[in-house]
C-alpha cells in the first residue's frame, strides 16, 4: 500500500464509530439494518400497494446510495414490492469485514442477502457501479432474478470519456488522501454541486428541497471515518473488473444474463458514454434500449416517470411473451396425447 494512502478503518472500529446525523427517510419509506456473517447492510423499502406483488431491488453506484432510488420506488410500488440496498461502506451500511470492495465483493453481498432474505427472483435494477454489480449477479444466479433493469452500467469501455477519468483516479493508491487535503476547504454545497453537475444531464433539474437534502448527506457522510476508504476501494474494483478478461469479463458476463434486461442511457452522460448503449443493446441476449438524450449518468432521479414506464412496459411483454410461451407448451402437450397410437 502506498505511504500516502490512509491505512483502511478497521470494519469493528468503524462499525462501533456512532454515525454522525441521520440518514433522510422519505414518506412512505422505512430503513432497517439486515446482519448477515461478516455484513451489515442497511435497506430501503417502500411496502407494496397490495399484497402478492413482486420483489424488486434496486442497487446503487459509486458514491451513491439506496436514496437514489427514492424518485422511482413510489412509481412502482403499485408493480413491485421494492427495497433498495446500501452497497457495504455506502449510505447507511458499514464497511464489510473483509473489506472486500470489489464488484465480485458487491455483487457476493446482494447474493448472500437475496439468498438470506429468500426474496429472489426479484426485478433487479442498477445504476452505475449497481450495473456492474448487479449483471454480475445474473449472470452468476439467474434463479435470483426475473428481470434486470441497467441505468448507465460501469461496463468497460476502450476509450474512456475525458469526464470520466477524475472518478478513475480515485482507484489509484493516494489519489483519495491527496483530493482529501486538496478540498479540505471545500463546503459540502460546493461538492454537491460538483457531484451534480457531473451526474446530471440538466442540474437545474434538481428541487431546491433535493439540493437541501443533498448537502446534508454530505456532510453526513463526510463525518464518517471510512467514507473516501469505500470511495477509492470500489472505484479501484471498477477498475480492475474492467481489465478482467475471459468468462470474468463483465461483457463475457452480460453475455450470459437469461433474464429479459432493459437498457437506459442519457445523452449527456460524462461517467458512462452514450455511444456504449449500442454494444450493450448488442450484447445482453433478451434486451431493449431506452435512450434519453437530455439525461446524465442518473436517469432514473432526472426522468423516473419515464424510466418507470420503460419498467411497466418490459414486465408486461414479459409476461405476454411467457403466457403465450406456456400456451404454445401446452398445445404441443395436448397434440402428442391426442395423436394417432399414442
Known amino acids: ?29 422505512r430503513l432497517r439494518a439486515v446482519t448477515l456473517p461478516g455484513l451489515t447492510l442497511s435497506v430501503r423499502s417502500r411496502p407494496a400497494t397490495r399484497d402478492g406483488l ?16 427514492s424518485a422511482l420506488m413510489p412509481l412502482l410500488e403499485d408493480t413491485v414490492d421494492g427495497e433498495a440496498v446500501d452497497l457495504p461502506g455506502f449510505g447507511d451500511s458499514p464497511p464489510p469485514d473483509d473489506g472486500d470492495y470489489s464488484v465480485t465483493g458487491h455483487a457476493r453481498a446482494v447474493i448472500r442477502y437475496l439468498d438470506a432474505q429468500g426474496r429472489g427472483p426479484v426485478h433487479l435494477f442498477g445504476n452505475s457501479l449497481g450495473g456492474a ?10 434463479d435470483l432474478v ?18 470520466a477519468l477524475p472518478t478513475g483516479l480515485l482507484a489509484v493508491p493516494g489519489v483519495a488522501a491527496l483530493f482529501t487535503r486538496l478540498t479540505k476547504e471545500w463546503t459540502p454545497e460546493q461538492r454537491v454541486r460538483g457531484v451534480m453537475a457531473l451526474c446530471y444531464g440538466d442540474p437545474n433539474r434538481v428541487t431546491p428541497e433535493g439540493f437541501r437534502a443533498a448537502v446534508e448527506e454530505m456532510e453526513r457522510r463526510l463525518q464518517l471515518p471510512y467514507f473516501w476508504d469505500a470511495m477509492a476501494r470500489s472505484a479501484r474494483g471498477v477498475v480492475n473488473a474492467y481489465t478482467l478478461g475471459g468468462q470474468h469479463g463483465l461483457w463475457r458476463q452480460a453475455e450470459r444474463v437469461l433474464a429479459p434486461t432493459l437498457l437506459v442511457y442519457g445523452g449527456r452522460d460524462l461517467l458512462v458514454s452514450y ?38 412496459e418490459l414486465i408486461a411483454d414479459t409476461a405476454a411473451l411467457n403466457e403465450q410461451q406456456d400456451l404454445q407448451a401446452t398445445g404441443a402437450t395436448v397434440a402428442s396425447t391426442t395423436e394417432p397410437g399414442s
Do not use: C
Open 133 to 142: 454489480v448487479t449483471t454480475r449477479v445474473a449472470a452468476a444466479r439467474p
Open 275 to 312: 455511444r456504449m448503449a449500442a454494444r450493450a443493446a448488442r450484447t445482453f441476449r433478451d434486451s431493449r434500449l431506452l435512450t434519453l438524450p437530455d439525461a446524465g449518468h442518473v436517469a432514473m432521479m432526472e426522468y423516473p416517470e419515464t424510466v418507470a414506464t420503460a419498467f411497466r
Open 146 to 163: 426475473r428481470t434486470l433493469t441497467l441505468v448507465s452500467p460501469a461496463l468497460p469501455e476502450i476509450r474512456v470519456q475525458r469526464t
Open 1 to 29: 500500500m502506498s505511504s500516502t494512502e490512509p491505512p483502511r478503518v478497521p470494519p469493528a472500529i468503524a462499525a462501533a464509530v456512532p454515525k454522525p446525523g441521520t440518514v433522510r427517510v422519505a414518506e412512505g419509506e
Open 54 to 69: 413482486p420483489p424488486a431491488l434496486y442497487v446503487h453506484g459509486l458514491g451513491g446510495s439506496s436514496q437514489n432510488w
